[in-house]
């Protein structure tokens, strides 16, 4: 990262391929991670490569349902691993959530790789190795989860995820928060909060909001919860995307 001057138009988005490509080289990343960033990418340069107004509303009402949940759970894939470790951890100690590693392309290795990994960023309890349990409805290795983990959880973020397991997770009747940044993209279309913003910017206002709302009033928090429109929400997104171009 050292490389990469930070005053570079194109800084944060050189710093997440690089971030990517890290990533595989440790064995943390799967290369179909490298498409699915190059996809991010994409959407994020007609985003503008910034943090949407509607997107900030988003992240705030995610930081309230995590606070307010019993059990929050978030999930973590190589390519987050990858791109914000220590930003999850954070985020986890602001909400009280669990961390679990939930892979697509599920390998043993690349499980235990991406837990040392959340260990070196401060993790404590990393969950995912257990595999206890199973997703209703979806194949065998994409469907394997923690029972005191996802399976038990009431609210679970779950960013660039594929569009199967959200909907699965949906039907299980979990509140569901996707950070995805195409709005079109079936994980987005199914979350209760779609969050369409590069994780990079997301995960951290995340933290900010969960912190700031901490030693709110609960009726505040819930209020937030219910203000939020996510078919605006998606809107707003896919508006910001058309003038871009
Ligand atoms: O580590 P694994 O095995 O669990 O695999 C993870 C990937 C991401 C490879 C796997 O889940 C996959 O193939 O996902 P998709 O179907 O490519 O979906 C990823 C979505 O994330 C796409 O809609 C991308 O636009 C979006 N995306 C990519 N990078 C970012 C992003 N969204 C937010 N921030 C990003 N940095």
């Given at each position: 990262?050292?490389?990469?001057?930070?005053?570079?138009?194109?800084?944060q988005d050189l710093l997440t391929r690089?971030?990517?490509?890290?990533?595989?080289?440790?064995?943390?990343?799967?290369?179909?991670?490298?498409?699915?960033?190059?996809?991010?990418?994409?959407?994020?340069?007609?985003?503008?490569?910034?943090?949407?107004?509607?997107?900030?509303?988003?992240?705030?009402?995610?930081?309230?349902?995590?606070?307010?949940?019993?059990?929050?759970?978030?999930?973590?894939?190589?390519?987050?691993?990858?791109?914000?470790?220590?930003?999850?951890?954070?985020?986890?100690?602001?909400?009280?959530?669990?961390?679990?590693?939930?892979?697509?392309?599920?390998?043993?290795?690349?499980?235990?790789?991406?837990a040392d990994h959340l260990r070196?960023?401060?993790?404590?309890?990393?969950?995912?190795?257990?595999?206890?349990?199973?997703?209703?409805?979806?194949?065998?290795?994409?469907?394997?989860?923690?029972?005191?983990?996802?399976?038990?959880?009431?609210?679970?973020?779950?960013?660039?995820?594929?569009?199967?397991?959200?909907?699965?997770?949906?039907?299980?009747?979990?509140?569901?928060?996707?950070?995805?940044?195409?709005?079109?993209?079936?994980?987005?279309?199914?979350?209760?909060?779609?969050?369409?913003?590069?994780?990079?910017?997301?995960?951290?206002?995340?933290?900010?909001?969960?912190?700031?709302?901490?030693?709110?009033?609960?009726?505040?928090?819930?209020?937030?919860?219910?203000?939020?429109?996510?078919?605006?929400?998606?809107?707003?997104?896919?508006?910001?995307?058309?003038?871009?171009?």
């Amino acid at each position: 990262e050292e490389e990469i001057p930070e005053d570079h138009p194109r800084y944060q988005d050189l710093l997440t391929r690089h971030r990517i490509e890290k990533g595989v080289e440790k064995g943390i990343t799967h290369l179909q991670g490298m498409h699915a960033e190059g996809r991010g990418s994409a959407f994020d340069y007609l985003l503008g490569e910034e943090t949407i107004p509607s997107a900030d509303e988003a992240e705030r009402a995610a930081a309230a349902h995590l606070l307010l949940a019993e059990k929050p759970v978030l999930s973590i894939n190589g390519n987050v691993a990858a791109l914000v470790p220590g930003e999850m951890v954070d985020l986890a100690d602001a909400t009280g959530a669990d961390l679990e590693v939930n892979l697509f392309n599920r390998t043993e290795e690349r499980l235990e790789a991406i837990a040392d990994h959340l260990r070196e960023h401060g993790a404590e309890d990393v969950k995912g190795l257990e595999a206890d349990a199973r997703i209703p409805n979806l194949d065998h290795q994409r469907a394997k989860v923690d029972a005191e983990g996802i399976y038990a959880a009431d609210v679970v973020l779950v960013p660039l995820e594929d569009g199967d397991r959200a909907e699965a997770l949906e039907a299980m009747g979990k509140t569901e928060i996707v950070i995805d940044l195409n709005p079109l993209s079936r994980s987005p279309q199914v979350a209760e909060v779609p969050i369409v913003d590069n994780i990079i910017r997301a995960v951290p206002n995340m933290t900010e909001h969960a912190r700031e709302l901490a030693d709110a009033d609960e009726s505040e928090v819930r209020a937030i919860v219910e203000a939020f429109d996510r078919e605006a929400a998606l809107e707003a997104a896919e508006e910001r995307i058309r003038n871009g171009l």
